[in-house]
């Protein structure tokens, strides 16, 4: 064999040597393209399983860990975002007897057991409890126990006494603003106030996360509270109701209806509390509609001149009532001086002029035909006349009798008086910035200016002396008011209310306070009438609120009411 042919063979060898090793790498790699590729599918699948899971599948057993990480109720705060309502993790104490699978649930008696928990829980009823253990019936001893009973009775040694840990809602303001927020049932509904119409937002897995606020802002609302109980306490008053309320927007500062309730603790003692003076009871409100009826007559021109005297010193006598003042004021009155002074007989007289078709149509335009406008559910209907306004039907409904309404129905009439002449709805939701409701023009600018005039007038030289509060100028009417009862009206039980604004040069609020049935007290000088009671609430929760509010006491600034001040001599200097 010849060189040439050796070379040749092994030239040949390295060629096929070569060959075989690229199929064999080319192979590998093949492989190893389809073993990722089959991974790749497997991975894909079970992260497009655990999606779908997540997003579309999910039940409450298999929450989503955004979810497990939310209050099962979301919060409620106020304006400034303090918290009103909220939930927690609280123990219970349950009765097991299934813990054990063989032998007696307990392993002392019943009658031991029962006397261990009341020595534990001493406002447990021990018969009852003594019962259910003998029983063997599974069910809640108490439904809510502190953590530190729950580790005396877990020392017990009982296996069959259980403690689950569950949702509470929990109201860090105790019965503050009871009425606005309401409550949570047992079966985790809300009820009555806000809990009840925020319900959907604070259970929804997409919104509870986010707090439900309300209008209310709490320092306002706890000051509105302590002052209204104190009026009760001097007056000796068996409730009372009380608004502060935004007279561009409708917002509720505060609303309180007291006696209140504790929304920690609903029982049979408080169930009576937890209906709402202010949104739910109707009232007739007496002289502080007397306002409304001025100015519907000066928007219509039958009243022309405001020093227009009318005779004050005779009981008007229709259809077989007689229309009379508690005293005699004078001889005649102006307009000024009738409202100042708090006169029936002018009043009637002034609603006789303007007419029945025109005072209703302005009643109707504050709505005081309807039920009160704001969220909560629980709202009075209107006791409302009805058909055509006879002529002693618009002479008593013009100084509040013959009609009854909310004292919520009061507080947006008098917004719309002082603000311009726009009625807007009151609401218990938190608005945006600059975000204002829609309204309806009720009084002329004009008329609503005299009317912010007058109330100042009232409270300066009139019978809201006792509301007045140094810088903060006040204005306002008082209004007492017998209350009906079976074969007419009751003389010796009164509603006492006073509804006032401030401050009367740039009206920002409106505070609206009555008490019900108070008495004569050393306190009040022996008088039940709203002069002496209702009056001075609003002369001490003014000064309280006001700086909380933005507005200082500055007794260089008030309303100019000069124009006027010739028509009551006697009084201004």
Not at 84 to 93: Q, T, W
Not at 171 to 178: C, F, K, L, N, R
Not at 280 to 304: M, R, W
Request: net charge positive; charged share 25%.
């Amino acid at each position: 064999m010849t060189a040439l042919s050796v070379s040749a063979r092994v030239s040949t060898g390295r060629r096929l040597l070569a060959t075989s090793r690229q199929r064999s790498l080319l192979l590998a790699k093949w492989r190893t393209l389809w073993v990722l590729a089959v991974f790749g599918a497997i991975a894909a699948s079970a992260i497009f399983r655990i999606g779908f899971l997540g997003l579309f599948q999910h039940t409450p057993e298999q929450k989503t860990m955004a979810e497990k990480l939310l209050p099962e109720r979301g919060e409620i705060v106020d304006r400034k975002g303090e918290p009103l309502a909220r939930e927690f993790k609280a123990y219970a104490l349950r009765f097991n007897p299934e813990a054990l699978d063989d032998g007696p649930p307990l392993v002392k008696s019943p009658k031991d057991v029962a006397a261990a928990l009341v020595r534990i829980l001493p406002d447990l009823d021990r018969d009852k409890v003594e019962a259910q253990l003998a029983s063997g019936k599974k069910g809640y001893v108490r439904r809510r126990i502190l953590p530190e009973d729950a580790n005396r009775i877990h020392a017990l040694g009982e296996p069959a006494l259980e403690f689950p840990r569950e949702p509470e809602r929990y109201y860090p303001q105790g019965s503050m603003a009871a009425h606005v927020l309401g409550f949570v049932s047992a079966d985790g509904e809300g009820k009555v106030g806000m809990e009840a119409v925020y319900h959907k937002h604070l259970t929804d897995p997409l919104t509870r996360g986010e707090p439900a606020q309300v209008s209310i802002d709490a320092r306002v609302q706890g000051a509105l509270e302590d002052e209204l109980g104190r009026g009760m306490a001097l007056s000796n008053a068996k409730g009372g109701a009380a608004v502060i309320l935004d007279v561009d927007t409708g917002e509720l500062l505060a609303l309180a209806s007291l006696p209140a309730f504790n929304p920690n603790k609903i029982d049979q003692a408080s169930t009576p509390n937890i209906f709402n003076r202010v949104t739910n009871q109707v009232y007739e409100l007496g002289s502080t509609f007397k306002p409304i009826s001025f100015a519907a007559a000066i928007d219509a021109g039958t009243i022309t001149h405001l020093g227009k005297r009318y005779q004050a010193s005779r009981a008007l006598e229709l259809s077989g009532f007689k229309i009379r003042d508690s005293h005699v004021i004078g001889q005649s009155l102006n307009v000024p001086q009738a409202l100042m002074y708090s006169s029936n007989i002018v009043t009637a007289q002034i609603a006789d002029e303007l007419g029945g078709e025109k005072l209703k149509a302005t009643m109707e335009a504050l709505a005081m035909n309807k039920r009160p406008a704001v969220e909560l559910p629980a709202k009075g209907l209107p006791l409302w006349p009805q058909g055509k306004w006879s002529r002693i039907t618009t002479m008593t409904v013009s100084y509040g009798h013959g009609i009854a309404v909310t004292p919520l129905h009061l507080a947006s009439a008098y917004a719309s008086l002082v603000n311009g002449g726009i009625w807007r709805p009151a609401t218990l939701r938190r608005l945006e910035v600059g975000e204002v409701p829609t309204g309806r023009r009720v009084f002329k600018a004009a008329t609503s200016a005299r009317m912010r005039q007058m109330l100042r007038m009232t409270v300066v030289y009139g019978t809201g002396k006792k509301a007045d509060a140094p810088g903060f100028r006040i204005g306002g009417k008082t209004g007492s008011a017998e209350k009906p009862g079976q074969g007419g009206y009751r003389r010796s039980t009164l509603v006492s209310t006073f509804a006032a604004a401030f401050p009367m040069d740039h009206p920002r609020y409106v505070i609206i306070v009555m008490l019900d049935e108070p008495k004569g007290t050393a306190a009040t000088n022996g008088q039940r009438t709203a002069a002496w009671n209702a009056a001075p609430v609003v002369g001490r929760v003014v000064p309280r609120i006001g700086p909380l509010l933005g507005v200082m006491p500055d007794e260089t600034r008030d309303i100019d009411i000069s124009d006027l001040r010739p028509l009551i001599p006697g009084e201004a200097h």
